[in-house]
């Protein structure tokens, strides 16, 4: 059955970076307009196909197109040119805006019952205000509502404020997709697409033991009382065969699991890049347990394109970066098998070792990857692990001088 779509659309500023913002002022209102438009048209719009309605909330919460509006591709068009609209407000009334769909959205306004499957998509550029909703028996209400609920961050403000509280609004941990800038709007539309397939929704997260297995004798120092800040970037493209992407997770699961984990010890996150590049919620500094990061690893699905964004990906860490940390280092560790970068990410990765004291590691997971890339990408030979040993990669990690 063809997905309901109900979109919440922020009317405000939406800060991309510190020095430009995207909104939907008369200057800049065509990226977001054209980000909805390109969506819809990628849709079947019928009343037995898909259907959108659409939300802003500002000051106040406005329906922009109901879901009879959003009927005809025709008719979501036009309410999408003419009615979505900028109300010149730094207000983010995110609860109002949950009211109103929690009233609107229903057999009256044309809601489907039945096989049809119901995805909520929240997209926010800033930290809301107004009422709390997480926590709240109005969100409750929503995640019951609906048979997936995802959210977007849209801009670096989103990336530094709501960090903690998107993957709250959201009923599975890989739900939640920043995005930092406008060229990344058609990742997000495409992400949207793949979850508002029937039958696509990651299930609960299977419990994670909470005991860190006994480290391998061959690494030299304790792991469990070491306090670092590991940014886990693992490439998802089609370049891995099939078992070397489950070998790979693996890999990463067996160097992640004998750390101890938390915010008084060692914190992990995690970004997957590919076509596009991801970050994923993993409560990085946020009360983070083993769970959190050793499930989001082994939850981790392959892409069926070539693509390798690792430049967007090393940007999408910079919030956590920026932030301050009682970590002794911040150590990076990017898994792949393919070296293909749409934009090279040498100049970024020495940006960030620069200004952040980041300490890059890579293990050439595949032949498919240049090995002389990856040296030149972290800085020497001894960063990076040769695809022939790529069996102890945990241990070899583990010993490295940057975390021991």
């Given at each position: 059955m063809a997905p309901t779509l109900v979109f919440l659309f922020l009317t405000v500023l939406i800060g991309t970076s510190s020095a430009s913002h995207i909104c939907l002022e008369a200057s800049c209102s065509s990226f977001i307009r054209n980000f909805l438009l390109q969506f819809v048209t990628s849709l079947t719009i019928s009343p037995l196909d898909s259907q959108v309605a659409i939300y802003a909330y500002g000051t106040t919460a406005q329906t922009v197109a109901s879901l009879n509006d959003g009927s005809t591709l025709s008719g979501l068009q036009a309410k999408i040119n003419k009615t979505l609209k900028y109300q010149g407000s730094s207000e983010r009334n995110l609860f109002q805006a949950f009211s109103k769909i929690q009233v609107e959205v229903s057999s009256s306004t044309g809601l489907r019952v039945a096989d049809y499957k119901k995805v909520i998509v929240v997209i926010s550029g800033d930290s809301w205000t107004g009422n709390n909703v997480i926590g709240s028996p109005l969100l409750t209400q929503i995640q019951q509502k609906f048979n997936v609920v995802l959210s977007v961050g849209f801009g670096s403000?989103?990336?530094?404020?709501?960090?903690?509280q998107l993957p709250q609004l959201t009923n599975a941990p890989t739900n939640t997709f920043f995005a930092l800038t406008v060229d990344q709007l058609a990742y997000v539309s495409a992400w949207i697409s793949s979850y508002s397939c029937p039958g696509v929704q990651v299930p609960t997260a299977i419990p994670v033991s909470t005991a860190a297995p006994t480290q391998s004798p061959s690494v030299t120092c304790s792991l469990a009382t070491l306090k670092y800040d590991v940014y886990l970037?693992?490439?998802?493209?089609?370049?891995?065969?099939?078992?070397?992407?489950?070998?790979?997770?693996?890999?990463?699961?067996?160097?992640?699991?004998?750390?101890?984990i938390g915010d008084t010890a060692n914190s992990?996150?995690?970004?997957?890049?590919?076509?596009?590049?991801q970050?994923?919620?993993?409560?990085?500094?946020?009360?983070?347990?083993?769970?959190d990061i050793l499930s989001a690893v082994d939850g981790l699905l392959q892409d069926d394109e070539p693509g390798q964004t690792l430049n967007m990906a090393l940007n999408a860490i910079q919030g956590y970066l920026m932030k301050p940390s009682s970590a002794s280092k911040k150590n990076l560790v990017y898994f792949t098998s393919n070296t293909n970068w749409d934009v090279s990410p040498t100049s970024t990765m020495n940006s960030l070792k620069n200004k952040f004291s980041l300490s890059p590691l890579a293990v050439q997971w595949g032949s498919t990857a240049s090995s002389s890339d990856l040296i030149s990408l972290v800085g020497g030979s001894d960063c990076v692990d040769n695809v022939s040993d790529k069996a102890s990669s945990p241990q070899w990690l583990q010993n490295k001088n940057n975390f021991c």
């Open positions: 403000k989103a990336l530094a404020n709501l960090n903690p970037i693992v490439d998802v493209s089609n370049k891995a065969s099939d078992t070397d992407f489950t070998a790979m997770k693996v890999a990463i699961h067996d160097f992640v699991a004998p750390f101890t992990f996150a995690l970004v997957t890049t590919g076509i596009d590049s970050l994923f919620y993993t409560a990085f500094h946020n009360g983070q347990s083993r769970s």
